[in-house]
């Protein structure tokens, strides 16, 4: 029904940068609040950043400053721009929208992407 695609993980430099994609497909009725979560080994996920279909955005305090989530409604994708990136970033890296599959009625529900890694050298 609702399908998230993530792109744009990979291997940087302390420091670098990293531009992460995930595009919502399938049947869509509508698509509320996007978000980025990250997993690092032996930790738990956690929040990285969310955007409303307004655009509020909401940051985890080790990130702000240094990343920016967006989206593009039209295209049923959100981004997030990962600059002055540390080790400590070091995580795979999920999407996850709120979306209504057409047919299925006004609520919202989670989905998650299959995850992307990203890795931080020192």
């Known amino acids: 029904q609702v399908r998230l695609v993530e792109s744009g993980g990979g291997l940087v430099q302390a420091g670098g940068s990293l531009r992460l994609s995930c595009a919502a497909s399938?049947?869509?009725?509508?698509?509320?609040?996007m978000g980025w979560y990250r997993q690092a080994p032996g930790e738990q996920r956690e929040l990285v950043a969310s955007?409303?279909?307004?655009?509020?955005?909401n940051y985890e305090d080790s990130v702000k400053g240094r990343f920016t989530i967006s989206r593009d409604n039209a295209k049923k994708t959100v981004y997030l721009q990962m600059n002055r990136l540390k080790p400590e970033d070091t995580a795979v890296y999920y999407c996850?929208?709120?979306?209504?599959?057409?047919?299925?009625?006004?609520?919202?529900?989670?989905?998650w992407g299959q995850g992307t890694q990203v890795t931080v050298s020192s």
């Open positions: 955007i409303t279909s307004g655009g509020t955005t």
């Open positions: 996850n929208a709120d979306a209504a599959p057409t047919g299925w009625g006004l609520a919202l529900r989670p989905y």
């Open positions: 399938g049947s869509i009725f509508s698509v509320g609040t």
